[in-house]
């Protein structure tokens, strides 16, 4: 952006993203361009104005307070700048109204790298903050965890595998898979595998898998199956 008449081109541009912007955004974004070569004057288009009180021909000092756009001007770099705009996003401000808004501003630059135009965004979420909130108090609420009630079952579970395998509740070395199905069943009477957690914590004790111990399971399953009878002979 070289000249004035460039300026113009670059305000008519984004004149017409801000048409585009105001038929799809919601009245609690306010959109503004400012011309920065006029500062006691800067605003030259505003959507939603209501939002931090502002109007055409507005100051750009009433812009929110903690704008990094705005201080952004105020910490321009020593060195010259390319044309390149530069962005600041997603950072929160407040109204002079003392509203909480999240905001973004685009600056426009000239060849030499000084600041002509800015485009800025600032969202007042408070309506759907407001909403979450209401919504919140209609919707059933998870239930709350117990860490105390976590606490009481891992104990039971520790308690199990020590009365199955006694007196530490640690299994020796070299431990055999018939022994390791024995502690599987004496688990199971005690109802280790009932309750969340317990397969995993049994297979951890065992240095198995949990599908080991479901294999364990299912083998304990199959052996107590009652046998069919024998067929009577027929000299019987």
């Known amino acids: 952006m070289s000249t004035s008449n460039e300026k113009s081109q670059l305000i008519g541009q984004l004149d017409a993203i801000m048409d585009a912007l105001a038929s799809v955004a919601g009245r609690h974004i306010e959109v503004v361009l400012h011309d920065l070569a006029h500062p006691e004057a800067s605003v030259i288009r505003i959507i939603n104005g209501h939002v931090s009180g502002r109007k055409r ?10 704008d990094r756009g705005f201080l952004g001007l105020l910490n321009q770099p020593s060195t010259p700048q390319g044309p390149e705009p530069t962005v600041f996003t997603g950072y929160p401000t407040t109204s002079v109204q003392g509203k909480p808004l999240q905001s973004a501003t685009v600056l426009f630059k000239d060849e030499n790298g000084k600041p002509q135009l800015s485009l800025c965004f600032n969202a007042d979420n408070s309506a759907i903050n407001s909403a979450r909130e209401a919504l919140a108090l209609l919707l059933p609420q998870p239930p709350e965890e117990k860490p105390e009630q976590e606490a009481g079952l891992e104990e039971t579970l520790d308690e199990i595998i020590r009365a199955c395998i006694p007196p530490t509740g640690q299994l020796r070395t070299g431990a055999s898979k018939q022994e390791k199905v024995d502690i599987v069943r004496q688990m199971q009477i005690r109802g280790m595998f009932m309750v969340r957690g317990g397969v995993e914590k049994a297979a951890k004790v065992l240095g198995v898998t949990r ?4 294999n364990y399971l299912d083998q304990l399953r199959k052996a107590a199956e009652p046998t069919a009878a024998p067929s009577a002979r027929p000299d019987e």
């Not at 599908?211 to 479901?214: F, K």
């Open 211 to 214: 599908y080991t111990v479901y």
């Open 57 to 66: 021909g507005s100051p750009l000092l009433d812009a929110p307070d903690n």
